[in-house]
Structure formats: C-alpha cells, structure tokens
C-alpha cells in the first residue's frame, strides 16, 4: 500500500513499504523517480502526516514500537516502547493546529479491554495544564479509531461495533461530546473516496511506467540483436574474423 502527498503544483512525495522496508518516491507530473529508502524495521501500520512543510511517518516494528520519523532523517524522533506501555494497536498521526496527534489503542492484558490514547509526542505537556492526553475507553473489542480534520475542528470517532463514541477535539486538545455527527461522517466518506481516487492514479501511473519500461527493454533487446547481426555480416563480407 501507498500513499500519495502533493508538495507543489507539479511534484508528489509517494511513501510506501515492501516486505520490511518503507521507500520513498517522488513524482514529477507523470515521472516518477527513483525510490529511497528511509527504515528497514518496519512491521505494521504505516501512518503519515504532513507537520511543519515535512512529510512525519510512524510505523510498528516487530518489537510492536512505534517509532516516528520524518523523511528528512532516519534517526526516529519519537519512540513509543510497547515494553514500557503494554501492546499499542492501529497507531496513526495526525497533524493539526500545528502540532502532531499520535493516536493509538492500548490493550489491558489483565481484563483484555481497550482504550483509545493521543498524545502529543512532541510537546511536552507536563509544563502545560492547556495540554492534556486525550483518552477514550474502556471498550469490550477492538475500536476502529477515525477522524475527520477540518481548518479548525478535529473530529474523533471510536467504534468497537457496540458502542460508537464521537467527540470534537478543541484548541486545547481536550475532548468535547457531539451529539450531531452526520456532517462530518459526510466528510469522512468524501475524504476517504479522494484516497482511493489518489491511490488508483497512483496505480495506473505505475502500470504505465511498467509497461514503457518493458517497450524499452523489448527495442533495445532487438537493437542488440540487430547490431549482432550485423557486425556478423560485416565480418563475413569484409574479410575479417
């Protein structure tokens, strides 16, 4: 799976990950170019975010961390330990009112129930009181955790498939109940089909490649047969061996 992220008018940052590895691609109108690589310890969850004009990525790897890096270094610049924590579930980063959200859902071994977390990983909030972890739970199964980002609102939805808790999340991170969701479940549809619709040129975009490189591959590979052939002709008319 990969996600696309446009920089400017004309060039895309594409970030995806193949077996244990997370690439990166950038794209120039129809050009894409060549793939670097930023981790080699990814296990699961890829998630990303534009935060401070700079594509943030976070993952799970098999120790079940979550890291947080940006693609400008390959040092992580946060790290959540599930040895410290306990085991952290579907980690996704947001970015909003200049800051960047982690969200994630923590698993209780002794009762097996679930809580929603965010946190802001990189402010520290312990000098703050307007800053404070967002937690909600406790939940009988897994929750599906979505959210819906306006220009100033964020929208929090946890579903465990019984309960559906949503919330509005204010300027001081803090949660706040909404009742009335039904505009921003529209939003969520409409930004989750922009996704596929992203994913699907992305897609076409590569099978084009593909398919140009394999013409390429075919012209030069007759040419090579065709210049053989002729140098064999060569030979054999001017004498030489």
């Known amino acids: 799976m990969s996600n696309v992220f446009t920089t400017d008018s004309e060039n895309s940052l594409i970030i995806y990950h193949y077996k244990q590895y997370i690439y990166l691609r ?6 894409l170019n060549r793939s670097i690589l930023l981790s080699n310890d990814f296990h699961s969850n890829l998630t990303e975010a534009i935060y401070n004009n700079t594509l943030y990525y976070a993952y799970q790897n098999e120790q079940g961390d979550i890291l947080i890096k940006s693609i400008l270094d390959s040092k992580p610049l946060y790290q959540l330990l599930a040895g410290e924590v306990g085991e952290c579930i579907s980690p996704q980063i947001i970015s909003w009112c200049g800051k960047l959200l982690l969200i994630y859902i923590l698993k209780n071994p002794l009762n097996d129930t679930y809580l929603c977390k ?4 990189f402010e520290d909030i312990s000098s703050s ?7 909600v739970g406790l939940f009988q199964s897994l929750p599906v955790v979505k959210t819906v980002s306006t220009k100033n609102k964020l929208f929090f939805i946890v579903d465990d498939g ?16 909404c009742e009335d969701h039904s505009k921003y479940d529209a939003l969520l549809q409409s930004q989750e089909e922009k996704m596929r ?7 076409q975009k590569e099978a084009l490649i593909a ?7 075919e012209l030069m590979d007759t040419a090579k047969k ?7 002709w060569y030979k054999k008319f001017s004498g030489t061996q």
């Open 129 to 135: 009181e307007s800053l404070v972890p967002i937690e």
């Open 226 to 232: 065709y210049r053989e052939e002729a140098q064999k």
């Open 162 to 177: 019984n309960t559906h808790h949503a919330s509005l999340v204010g300027d001081d991170f803090t949660l706040q109940p």
């Open 197 to 203: 619709n992203l994913q699907a040129s992305l897609q």
């Open 211 to 217: 398919h140009i490189k394999k013409q390429y591959e």
């Open 26 to 31: 950038s794209a120039t109108g129809e050009t």
């Open 118 to 121: 965010g946190i802001l990983p």
